[in-house]
């Protein structure tokens, strides 16, 4: 049997002819399936700690209530007992929230003192100094090792138009709600996702480190990116970094009205591999090319080559 070697010789240059620009796309498009895999990571997680972050603000917005009524004018003219009558009733209707409150002058004078702050020392914390001559709240999250980390919270208290505190209201709220919105975001998930305070202290995470280990701190490589965040100003960041020679994808998100950050991040090992998927679909199309360089061949012999014309044969007289 004669093979035609032309025919061979003509799907072989089609097939080179696609191959060659194919593998090349090919090739950009297998590099960039991980660089697209890393961008959705940052911005999923980007998106997540800005949405955790707002939430936070929110809860302690609400928690914020008792200085709200210590803060109002009508309270400022109620007498000693019915300040503390006042507290009282609206620490026990928000038992979970409210640990402890504490009435002072700015000289550290103690007025009255509720729930966990019945034994407060104020000369021996620093936070009523800063709100009596900063005329600013100001708070600091307390870690224990038997339960939830609190927040202490000193505010100042005006009457009438003076600018300066007529009174410093101290209040301790668990943050124990904190935990369940971080345990709830972060449920089922592969990333590390926490909140961490001015100093870098984990309040809370969705590992339980900060449960185990109280006050224990994030890594400096994401304090960096979160003074990074700081020194331009920006509110939410992502980014990859390098940590002991693996890339780890991180995103932050400032809490409004704190100094805390909302931190996710995740080992870029355990993203998913799309990697299988896209080499199918080269193999796939490795096939087609191949196929469609004999479909070229049978359509060129078809309509580029000219059948013969039968042979006229003369009739004889």
């Not at 709200?68 to 006042?86: H, M, Q, Y």
Request: glycine residues 6%; aromatic residues 8%; positive net charge.
């Amino acid at each position: 049997m004669k093979i035609n070697s032309n025919k061979y010789k003509f799907i072989a240059i089609v097939v080179i002819l696609f191959l060659i620009p194919f593998l090349i796309m090919s090739n950009h498009f297998l590099n960039s399936t991980k660089e697209m895999v890393r961008k959705n990571t940052l911005e999923r997680i980007g998106l997540r700690t800005s949405t955790v972050s707002k939430v936070i603000s929110g809860v302690l917005n609400l928690n914020y209530e008792i200085f709200r009524i210590a803060k109002d004018e009508k309270f400022v003219k109620l007498s000693n007992p019915e300040r503390k009558k006042l507290l009282k009733s609206e620490m026990e209707q928000h038992k979970e929230v409210y640990r402890g409150f504490a009435l002072f002058t700015p000289a550290c004078g103690k007025i009255f003192s509720l729930g966990d702050l019945n034994d407060f020392d104020c000369s021996e914390d620093g936070l009523l100094k800063q709100a009596a001559s900063s005329a600013m709240s100001v708070g600091a999250v307390e870690y224990s090792q038997d339960e939830p980390c609190s927040l202490v919270i000193a505010e100042p208290i005006f009457s009438g138009e003076s600018k300066k505190p007529r009174l410093i209201a101290f209040g301790k709220i668990s943050l124990a709600p904190l935990n369940n919105i971080i345990r709830s975001f972060g449920k089922k998930s592969r990333s590390e996702l926490g909140i961490v305070d001015a100093g870098g202290q984990i309040i809370s995470d969705s590992t339980g480190k900060a449960i185990i280990k109280p006050g224990i701190r994030i890594s400096n490589e994401i304090i960096q990116v979160i003074n990074f965040s700081l020194k331009r100003q920006i509110q939410n960041s992502s980014s990859q970094i390098l940590v002991k020679n693996k890339k780890i994808l991180v995103a932050v998100s400032s809490v409004q009205g704190t100094k805390w950050w909302v931190y996710e991040k995740i080992n870029s090992s355990t993203l998913l591999d799309y990697a299988f998927w896209a080499k199918r679909i080269v193999y796939t199309g490795i096939v087609l090319i191949i196929v469609f360089a004999f479909v070229s061949y049978k359509l060129a012999k078809i309509l580029l080559i000219p059948k013969e014309l039968p042979l006229k044969t003369e009739a004889k007289i």
